[in-house]
């Protein structure tokens, strides 16, 4: 599961630009984080069409690709504390999260950036958590 990253000025639009390039490309958005400095923001998206999102939006603002973890989360107390201690017990470090809506549109889920992605999702799938 990958996320795209962009970098944009932190001035008005600039969140309102992105949202309407992927709408004219038909690009869904799942997903979002906007996270801030004085002079600029780094959003993160997942989205239903990565390659077109990429190459809608390339020209437009410097954007990068990541890979994160995508895993299925009840909208229930406790569901947050489940994942991390997962994780903690397998010696998973969580780089940041935030949540998302199931490609279905369905169901809540959580992406991670973590710093062993492949040990990530192989403890996930042995505790029966699905993975997308």
Known sequence: MKEISLILKNVPGQL???????????????????????????????????????????????VGIKEVVEVEVPNKPGALSNIAKVFAAAGVNIDYAYVAVAPDGKRDTLILRVDKINIAVQTLKEKHIRVY
């Open 16 to 62: 309102a630009e992105v949202a309407d390039i992927c709408a004219a490309e038909g690009i869904n958005i799942r997903g979002m984080c906007v996270a801030e400095t004085e002079h600029i923001s780094l959003l993160r998206l997942v989205v239903d069409d990565l390659d077109a999102a990429h190459d809608a939006l390339k020209d437009r603002f410097p």
